[in-house]
């Protein structure tokens, strides 16, 4: 492996070596990512379920069933505590890689990486192992996101609807048995010339067979795979090439459709060819039909020929197909089988995106398990929610949650307070403001907004399935919990910061601490206090004062010289939701400490973040 650098992240390194370093002795697992031409790359990383690698196999395809397609298993790392760290790396080696291992068999080559990690980043150290020589090299490591070609790669989804039925059986071994071999002829078909993909909103089509047996497209077959961005269909179905902005190039999503062809040469080539026999067993059985909605991500360089596209998806939907199955079997019982489906999970700490299925019908309680198992597989810790149904990731264009447009300080210009550090709200969130849902609330409104702008942070993270409550709602629980008469119900009264908190508190079990000034001009004073809340709680704050409310969403503050801005959210306004407008306007953008009435005094409910998964 002479001249092989291999690449990681300063956040996937130091997510590792911290978790691992917590973690107890003989934790071990897997690396992940893939190969370009100037090294490896490191992208994530999973521990292991069988840290005696008694079920090594099996761990490894688990391994692999997380991961997007073109990802893979490139190695495996260690907690080591012992001084001669190579010995013992290289004693472990011989014990878990034997020379037949799988891993070898899947990287095509005599090495594979294998990270040392000792009780400080000093003492931690990548090599290489070889199975041949059973022997040790160090490794030339280089911490940084890329070294420029991962920009070339692109990222595709690939959708669509796979079924298949087998027999029931009373024995759970018996079952599985044909549900895997329904789901081989699945895989099987996948990688025939039967199975075609196309580009969505394209009439590009993606055959899996050789460049010669495409049809006569112009050559396409071997157009690289970035040219799938360049084509659209107009609104008469015809293709049109699409004008690519600089800014437009890099990582790209390009969504996939899959089919099966059922007519035809191909498909007559991929049936079997035999005489047919009926065979009549009178009996009765319980035949299973099961459909499996398919959802794969899947990664390649943007020069990769089209016709090698079909290997990488098939390679996708086969992970997808087994983790399926795994969920298949383990939420159904008596002859009620569960639709599993897919979710994709981005772990912000390393980047790194994990998908795993989900049975439909199964409240998040009956999942906490599975959660949990996760949590503890990519080391993330257990104090928020990660792998929640409403954590995965959400793919629209323009996203928004019931109608509404979330996350809209995202593209903002910065705030320009020299050599500040910018806190800023974590997670997403929907913007609520006046007349939406048809009720005129301008004047009197703003507070309830904010309220809804940080119920709804709460519900999109997944601390909470209750959903967001009207304006009568909110009043409502103010008269349950006796802060209100009965009569402030369907009034137009306003509440401020404390109303906020009780809510928060009686709906959605969340806490809130009060921040409060005497004078709007006391708030750049207070930018600590909003820093350390945004780095350890990261919610919205809500602010009243005088007769207005806001949602706070940030600050940036230079500590030397205590000059600050505020990230604000305004309620107040009452147009469509139109991003562009949103920010221009200024109704969420940076303002300074003379935004702030100096002669009005301000209460901040500053919601505190539930410690749960």
Known sequence: MDGAVVYISEKV?????????????????????????????????????????LQFEQEFDKTS????????VIGMFFKVTQ????????????????????????????????????????????????????????????????????????????????????EDADHPGERLKR????????????????????ATGSNNFIYNRQPSDWPNVNGCANWPAK?????????????????????????????????????GKVAADNSISCVPVIHHDHKSFHFVSVRLPIDVLAVSDSNLPLHQLPRVFAEGIGRNLDSMVECLC????????????PHHFHLREFDQTVTAAYPVGFPETDLKSVRESLH????????????????????????TFHGRLLDVHLGLMPSGVNNGRCFVVRGHYAYYHYMQDGVDDNGWGCAYRSLQTLASWFHIQGYTEKPILTHNEIQQCLVSVGDKEASFVGSRKWIGSV????????????????????????????????????????????????????????VDWNESTGDCKFLILDPHYTGSENLKVIQDKGWCGWKNVDFWDKTAYYNMCMPQRPTEF
């Not at 049109?240 to 990582?251: A, D, I, N, Y």
């Open 227 to 263: 040219r799938l961005l360049e084509y659209s269909v107009d609104a008469e179905g015809k293709e049109q090439r699409q004008h690519q902005t600089k800014e437009s190039k890099g990582l790209s999503l390009v969504d996939i459709s899959m089919a099966i062809q059922l007519t």
């Open 83 to 166: 001084a001669d760290v190579p010995l013992v790396i290289c004693d472990v080696c011989k014990a878990v890689l034997p020379s037949n291992s799988i891993l070898r068999e899947c990287l095509d080559h005599d090495w594979i990486l294998v990270f040392a990690v000792g009780e400080s980043s000093e003492t931690s150290s990548f090599y290489w192992y070889s199975y041949e020589q059973q022997g040790l090299c160090q490794v030339q490591t280089k911490v940084a996101s890329t070294d420029g070609t991962v920009d070339s790669l692109m990222t595709y989804r690939v959708q669509g609807l796979l079924s298949f039925g087998f």
């Open 65 to 72: 069933n997380f991961l997007a397609a073109g990802i893979r």
């Open 13 to 53: 390194l130091k997510s590792l070596e911290t978790g691992v370093q917590k973690s107890a002795a003989g934790i071990n697992g897997f690396l992940t990512g893939f190969w370009l031409e100037k090294g490896l790359h490191i992208t994530g990383f999973r521990v292991s379920l069988d840290p005696s690698h």
């Open 179 to 198: 549900i895997q071999s329904e789901i081989q002829n699945l895989k099987d078909l996948l990688r025939s010339p039967a199975a075609v993909f196309r």
């Open 499 to 554: 109303e906020v908190g009780y809510v928060l508190d009686e709906i959605y079990g969340v806490s809130c601490k009060t921040l409060h000034v005497t004078s709007g001009a006391e708030m750049g004073t207070k930018a600590r206090e909003l820093a350390n809340h945004f780095e350890t709680q990261e919610t919205p704050i809500m602010i009243g004062g005088g007769v207005l409310a806001h949602t706070i969403l940030g």
């Open 330 to 341: 383990t939420f159904s019982k008596d002859g009620k089988y569960a639709t599993p489906i």
């Open 376 to 399: 503890r597989q990519f080391l993330v810790p257990l104090s928020r929610p990660i792998f929640r149904r409403s954590n995965a990731v959400t793919f629209a264009k323009d996203p």
